[in-house]
């Protein structure tokens, strides 16, 4: 019998991101992340595509980006719902916050996400 495993989805699949609102989530999460991995900073790229808000690492030797997580766009500053790559699956799956909620910030979303630059 195959396994069930429970995700969470929002009922909204999400909105597309407004460009003001892009630009300001980017620098939220580069400001963040001067402070939790200042070494590792500039190597980060924040990437949109329609509701998604992606978070990478451009390692310096290397032609590929890390994927580190993606965020949701839900509608709210702090309302953005997180997945977590997983490169054993290589993809995207759903997680929770540290808070154990299933919406956050962007900057808690690069907390999670930056476990692979540590």
């Not at 808000?53 to 709210?76: E, F, K, T, V």
């Not at 702090?78 to 956050?104: P, Q």
Request: a positive charge; proline letters at 6%.
């Amino acid at each position: 019998m195959a396994k069930r495993t429970w995700v969470f989805t929002s009922n909204r699949g999400g909105q597309n991101i407004p460009p003001q609102l892009r630009h300001q989530t980017r620098q939220r999460i580069l400001e963040r992340a001067t402070k939790i991995i200042p070494e590792k900073a500039s190597q980060l790229r924040v990437r949109f595509k329609g509701p998604f808000c992606y978070i990478d690492a451009q390692q310096p030797d290397s032609p590929d980006a890390m994927h580190l997580c993606r965020l949701r766009y839900i509608g709210s500053l702090s309302g953005w719902s997180l997945a977590f790559y997983t490169y054993s699956n290589e993809k995207y799956e759903s997680c929770v916050f540290r808070s154990g909620s299933f919406f956050g910030t962007p900057e808690e979303g690069l907390e999670i996400g930056a476990v692979y630059l540590r």
